[in-house]
């Protein structure tokens, strides 16, 4: 009997049952297509989905009925008139969704978003960070969702205290709520919110003008886990202070950029918190307390530590090592005063460890990094950027120890050559390395990669001009799943190793500044192999022609950003590259010295009901259309002149 065949002899309960227990998207997809009955039971089964064109929406939502989470920020053709269309094609009034993603859907104003909020009357997750024109009008459509749950408004930069207690007002039931970067909002809601959602238990007002007093009205919140406050800068110590005996559900508090708040708020704070988890304290001070590093005494169970930027000793390290014996992870970036000697103490008695952020510590050496090695054997990200004194010594023990390595960050570390990336390789697990600027490195260490890190995602081989066309065959051979690739300025590569990236399926994200050897032959191979590229650079590739971008146009359909500044693009490929990719959001335009004004004019018509974002030149502010401009800025697109 076929496969076929037995597949029929199943009930509709057992087939749904089977999906039910596949994991993974791939699974489901390979099954799927095995045959139209498998098809249909997936579009049955299937509880969230993700658009990427608006003009399939509403054929998979007829195909899609028991839907629970949509998410729609890749189309950005959605707009207001979309929402009752589609509602009355499907013949009902309501949707069972209970999560939607919008963020960047800049099309939908009040009018739509109202419409939509109104038949998603279960709806309890929602996400409308990057829209940056709403306003108060928008909050009022939102509001009508009054059973959410957990909103995300980040960067909603025309919202301001009237739209959000509306929806504070309505939404009585929040328990997530995030406001990084709107700047329209004072302390006057903030006391609202606090007052009228007590089941608050994740609140993040980041870089917003928020002072101290909103603390106050924080500190009533009696279920509150999470708060973040980055880069507030009229938060200081006496805020703190109101935190002191309140929150008591608190675990995890970000005060990182926070310039006002000093190690004596802190403590205020965690003195009182012993059942606090996560504590990010980068660039606050510049100096570490003898009082604050004592204080961590108090709080056992402290998970993540960041110190970012901060004077730190040798005995605060002991201290550390001593008060805080369960950390999984430390952020020490740019941190002054980091030694040897401290990194030794530190991590003696710390198995547990899994993240190590040493980015810019340029005193350590071999020394320290074989310690690590040799007490943190669970480690799985490591950041060394800039650490110069680091060479292939210190990465053989991480190469025979941390076995679990997924990340790896070596950036700038002149002293990494191609022994190194020998014993790199041996951390099979690695998803991340970061090669930028290890100029020591050639084909024969990127060749040691490709054979043994099979399950690498991301590769940064920033300006390694020692890396050439049989290094990217022999990546290509080994690291199929590899998503992220950066080979700008390694001016080595020629077409041929872009042949060999354009059999990179998965690649998603594409850096290949300043390639002065690559043609169109080789951009088109990428083009047409990488079907998946979403973000391209390709500025300063001076030697491709039209026939490359014509490829790029016709071929890599799922871009969304590029940048193209400094490239010998003609007024017709750049229309035909803005026009014909109908993804396309992102676009730097800088220095394109063979496009005209009318040549920029008809680009930018050709795109503008869909950018989000464009690059030109300021030389060009006058001399572009006044209309095109306004269109532009109407339909939500941020124009950055240079």
Request: with cysteine; proline share 1%; glycine share 6%.
């Amino acid at each position: 009997m076929s496969s076929s065949s037995t597949i029929f002899t199943l009930t509709e309960d057992l087939l749904i049952r089977i999906f039910n227990k596949l994991d993974s998207e791939s699974d489901r997809k390979s099954t799927r297509l095995v045959c139209k009955e498998l098809n249909r039971v997936d579009s049955l089964t299937r509880k969230s989905l993700r658009i990427l064109r608006v003009q399939f929406l509403l054929s998979l939502l007829r195909s899609h009925p028991n839907l629970l989470s949509l998410d729609l920020s890749l189309c950005a053709h959605i707009v207001d008139a979309t929402i009752p269309f589609i509602l009355r094609q499907l013949g009902r009034d309501s949707l069972s969704l209970k999560t939607l993603n919008l963020s960047r859907s800049t099309g939908l104003t009040h009018s739509g978003l109202e419409i939509l909020m109104r038949a998603c009357v279960d709806l309890q997750r929602l996400d409308v960070s990057h829209c940056r024109g709403y306003g108060d009008r928008e909050a009022a459509a939102i509001s009508f969702a009054s059973e959410l749950r957990e909103l995300t408004m980040d960067k909603c930069l025309g919202i301001s205290d009237v739209g959000l207690a509306r929806i504070v007002i309505s939404c009585y039931k929040l328990e997530k709520l995030s406001l990084r970067w709107c700047m329209r909002i004072s302390d006057l809601v903030i006391h609202l919110l606090c007052n009228k959602c007590p089941q608050l238990n994740c609140l993040d007002f980041s870089y917003s003008k928020v002072t101290s007093e909103s603390l106050r009205s924080v500190a009533l919140l009696s279920n509150l886990e999470t708060l973040a406050m980055v880069g507030c800068r009229f938060v200081d110590d006496d805020g703190l202070k109101f935190l002191e005996n309140g929150c008591p559900l608190l675990q995890e508090i970000d005060v990182s950029r926070c310039a006002r708040i000093t190690s004596a708020g802190l403590i205020s704070v965690i003195k009182n918190h012993p059942a606090l988890l996560h504590l990010n304290a980068g660039h606050c001070f510049s100096e570490l307390s003898t009082s604050f590093v004592n204080c961590l005494k108090n709080v056992k169970h402290l998970k993540t530590l960041s110190l970012d930027g901060c004077q730190i000793s040798d005995f605060d390290f002991e201290t550390l090592s001593t008060s805080c014996k369960w950390l999984i992870g430390i952020g020490l970036s740019k941190c002054l005063g980091v030694t040897n000697k401290g990194i030794m103490q530190l991590v003696s008695g710390q198995f547990d460890l899994k993240n190590l952020n040493l980015t810019c510590c340029d005193s350590i050496t071999d020394a320290a990094i074989s310690a690590l090695a040799d007490s943190c054997r669970n480690l799985e990200s490591l950041k060394m950027e800039s650490c110069i004194m680091i060479t292939e010594k210190g990465i053989f023990q991480l190469g025979s120890f941390c076995l679990r390595l997924k990340e790896l960050d070596l950036t700038d570390c002149c002293g990494v050559n191609d022994r190194g990336l020998l014993y790199v390789s041996r951390c099979s697990e690695l998803s991340c390395l970061k090669l930028g600027l290890c100029t020591n490195i050639s084909d024969k260490g990127l060749s040691c990669i490709g054979l043994s890190c099979s399950n690498l995602l991301e590769l940064d081989l920033y300006r390694c001009t020692g890396i050439g066309d049989d290094g990217l065959g022999s990546l290509s051979s080994g690291c199929k799943k590899l998503k992220v690739l950066n080979l700008s300025y390694c001016t080595q590569v020629t077409d041929r190793g872009m042949t060999y990236v354009g059999s990179l399926e998965e690649l998603s994200d594409f850096e290949m500044r300043g390639l002065l050897n690559v043609s169109s032959v080789g951009l088109a191979a990428v083009a047409f192999g990488c079907k998946k590229l979403a973000d391209m650079d390709l500025k300063h590739c001076d030697n491709i022609d039209g026939s490359g971008f014509w490829a790029l146009a016709y071929h890599a359909r799922n871009l969304r950003q590029i940048n193209l500044s400094y490239c010998a693009i003609s007024d017709m490929a750049l229309c035909m590259v803005m026009g014909n990719l109908p993804r396309l959001q992102d676009a730097k335009l800088v220095n394109l010295c063979y496009v005209s004004v009318d040549g920029f004019e008809l680009a930018l018509r050709a795109c503008c009901a869909r950018m989000k974002k464009v690059k030109l030149d300021s030389r060009l502010m006058m001399l572009i259309s006044t209309e095109i401009l306004e269109s532009l800025d109407a339909r939500g697109c941020h124009i950055r002149w240079d």
